[in-house]
């Protein structure tokens, strides 16, 4: 198993301004994954995070809005860009270990 | 592209009586699914999975599955349900031909009634 340690676990942010989540992993691991949870909706992929390369954004995630660092096989960071009202979301990290996924306790964004 | 399909956005069933969760995929290679449990202020957490082998799959606190391959399905199913069981449920697929995506449903809202 694995357990993940993210935060801030809520924040409120005024309009245009950016905020940077970290993910904290206890063990090494190749893929780290970001999804996003609008409320009352379903988990979005937004990105794929592997250490020494560039992230792997799905459609309609774009690096400029949500640019994503892996520095080491344990921990990452999603920054959140220019933050709009429809920002307003959970934030989860979430890696793969014995073909399941375990998540971070996730981010409560409210965006004013 | 994979996919899945939750049709009931809630289901609603009274403590003691069986409840079923219905999920359909689509995947183009073999279909790993999952079943993942969202309780309110909580984070998600794995209640069980299908990769190969018996079609009927037995998870956490209860909870089966059973893999339908000539169907799509992967309904979540408990005998006897709890009021505690209330909760927000997620069907999940990834490509087991090397995919590395897990796709989610829309979810499926659980009440249960004392």
């Known amino acids: 198993s694995a357990v993940i340690s993210q935060k801030p676990s809520r924040d409120i942010c005024q309009r245009g301004t950016s905020l940077t989540i970290q993910c904290q992993v206890d063990?090494?691991?190749?893929?780290m994954f970001w999804y996003r949870q609008q409320p009352g909706q379903s988990l979005t992929l937004i990105a794929t995070?592997?250490?020494?390369?560039?992230?792997?954004?799905e459609s309609g995630f774009v690096i400029d809005k949500f640019p994503i660092s892996r520095p080491n096989l344990t921990f990452s960071t999603l920054t959140v860009s220019n933050m709009s009202p429809e920002d307003s979301s959970i934030y989860l990290c979430?890696?793969?270990?014995?073909?399941?996924?375990?998540f971070g306790s996730g981010t409560q964004l409210s965006v004013l | 592209a994979q996919s899945v399909a939750q049709p009931e956005d809630q289901v609603n069933v009274a403590e003691g009586n069986p409840l079923t969760v219905k999920c359909t995929y689509s995947?183009?290679?073999?279909?790993?699914l999952f079943w993942y449990v969202q309780y309110p202020n909580r984070g998600l957490q794995f209640l069980l999975k299908?990769?190969?082998?018996?079609?009927l799959v037995k998870g956490s606190y209860g909870f089966e599955a059973e893999f339908n391959k000539s169907q799509t399905s992967f309904h979540l199913k408990k005998p006897s349900a709890l009021v505690s069981d209330s909760a927000l449920y997620f069907c999940?697929?990834?490509?087991?031909?090397?995919?590395?995506?897990?796709?989610f449903g829309a979810g499926t809202r659980l009440f249960v009634k004392a």
């Open positions: 063990s090494q691991v190749t893929m």
């Open positions: 999940a697929v990834r490509d087991g031909g090397g995919g590395f995506k897990t796709i």
């Open positions: 979430s890696v793969r270990g014995d073909e399941k996924l375990f």
């Open positions: 995070a592997n250490q020494g390369s560039e992230a792997t954004y």
């Open positions: 299908y990769i190969t082998g018996d079609n």
């Open positions: 995947v183009s290679g073999n279909p790993y």
